[in-house]
């Protein structure tokens, strides 16, 4: 019954390292989403991925690329992390990208800090 | 573009209190509206939605949230709370169905005393 499972759960870089965060769901859901989460500025869209094999820029695109590797994996990269992405990042998926008909799940999240 | 204002940011009640939090919206249609919880270290849980029809919606956990549309509200409510709420509440707002379109408000934190 795991739902949405993020990895790591914490992480510390110093700026100019790269990593990538793993998000993987098990309700056979077509799409899946990245969000941040700032203090004071709620969730913001990073990328979404309708369906397998496609990805689409959301709010907040800039240093950051994802793969969406099958139908429950979906990454997110920091190719040269910077102070600016310290932030919390949630994964989610939803069965269809609609809300009316469906429900967006959400992870624990991963606490990034970037020194 | 739409936006949501969650104008408290921290809210602390008694257990066994009424709760009303304050969620605005500014969108020029009557997007389809939302509220979801986090609790310590979890994800976002969905509590209800409202799409049309009935204004007072009813969601999990004995929550409920009305939408005024000549204030362009959308507050969440609970008759008696519990310790257990404690967690920070979201607001969001969507012009469509479309999850990729979902804006979330900047959150109101809730403290629960004995």
Not at chain 2, 75 to 94: I, T
Request: hydrophobic share 35%; aromatic share 12%.
């Amino acid at each position: 019954n795991a739902g949405v499972t993020q990895t790591p759960k914490f992480q510390v870089l110093k700026t100019g390292q790269s990593m990538t965060l793993q998000c993987a769901q098990d309700m056979n859901h077509n799409s899946m989403y990245w969000y941040r989460q700032d203090p004071g500025m709620g969730l913001r869209l990073i990328y979404y991925s309708a369906s397998e094999g496609t990805t689409d820029k959301g709010e907040v695109p800039n240093g950051y690329n994802v793969s969406r590797l099958n139908k429950r994996e979906f990454s997110l990269r920091l190719e040269s992390a910077a102070p600016s992405q310290t932030s919390v990042y949630f994964c989610a998926s939803s069965e269809v990208g609609s809300i009316i008909t469906g429900e967006l799940f959400f992870g624990e999240g991963s606490r990034l800090t970037v020194l | 573009a739409q936006s949501v204002t969650q104008p408290d940011i921290h809210i602390t009640v008694s257990e066994g209190a009424s709760l009303e939090l304050r969620c605005n919206y500014s969108y020029g249609a009557t997007p389809y509206l939302f509220w979801y919880v986090q609790s310590p270290g979890q994800g976002l849980q969905l509590l209800l939605k409202y799409f049309s029809g009935d204004t007072l919606v009813q969601g999990i956990k004995g929550f409920e949230a009305e939408f005024k549309r000549s204030q362009s509200s959308f507050n969440l409510r609970k008759p008696s709370v519990h310790w257990s709420d404690a967690a920070e509440y979201f607001c969001a707002v969507a012009p469509s169905g479309s999850a990729r379109q979902l804006t979330f408000g900047s959150g109101t934190q809730l403290t629960v005393l004995p």
